[in-house]
């Protein structure tokens, strides 16, 4: 089944286009994922099937099945995405914040936070979202984070499960958006 015509941003690696890409299982397999059409992301994993795969199914995972609430994990998302000028994540995962009870006015504080790190403190996070947006910046930033830092965090988190995934989620998503910057990969 062919992917419907779609835009074909330039990166710095072609995107495969529908008589490219291959293993056909593994291209079935992260349609029946995403639900329709390949992304331009799954495009370019595509260049490696063995990368494809584990990304997928080490993705998902981050994504679907942590015990970490949503909101926290889309905000640390959305904080990686803003902190990297990761675009293309942030395209994806602000309607997935705001779903996730997330405010259009964080998601406003958030697109400033990589010029300004200082939003972390803006009055549209409660103290609960600035602990989380603050462990998102030093292990974005500096990847060190203070005791004070961490200690907020665990904090807020109330459990070694949810704190490991957390600081789980913020480093799987940096490496998200440093290969969506490295390779230009716009939103779609």
Not at 25 to 48: C, F, K, M, Q, T
Request: charged share 20%; proline share 7%; net charge negative.
């Amino acid at each position: 089944m062919a992917d419907p015509p779609t835009r074909i941003a330039p990166t710095r690696l072609p995107q495969l286009g529908d008589d490219q890409v291959g293993p056909p299982e593994l291209v079935a397999a992260i349609r029946a994922r995403r639900g329709g059409p390949l992304l331009e992301l799954d495009r370019l994993l595509l260049h490696s099937p063995a990368f494809a795969t584990g990304w997928g199914e080490f993705m998902g995972r981050v994504r679907n099945a942590l015990s970490l609430p949503p909101l926290w994990r889309e905000l640390a998302m959305c904080g990686v995405a803003a902190l990297t000028g990761a675009d293309y994540e942030m395209h994806h995962h602000a309607p997935l914040l705001l779903k996730a009870g997330g405010s259009a006015a964080q998601l406003a504080a958030l697109h400033r936070l990589g010029q300004d790190t200082g939003a972390v403190r803006d009055p549209a996070f409660d103290p609960a979202a600035q602990a989380v947006l603050a462990l998102t910046l030093e292990m974005t930033r500096t990847v060190r984070v203070s005791d004070a830092t961490f200690a907020a965090a665990r904090a807020v988190l109330g459990s070694d499960q949810a704190m490991f995934e957390l600081v789980g989620v913020i480093a799987s998503y940096n490496m998200v958006a440093r290969i969506l910057v490295a390779l230009q990969l716009e939103p779609e």
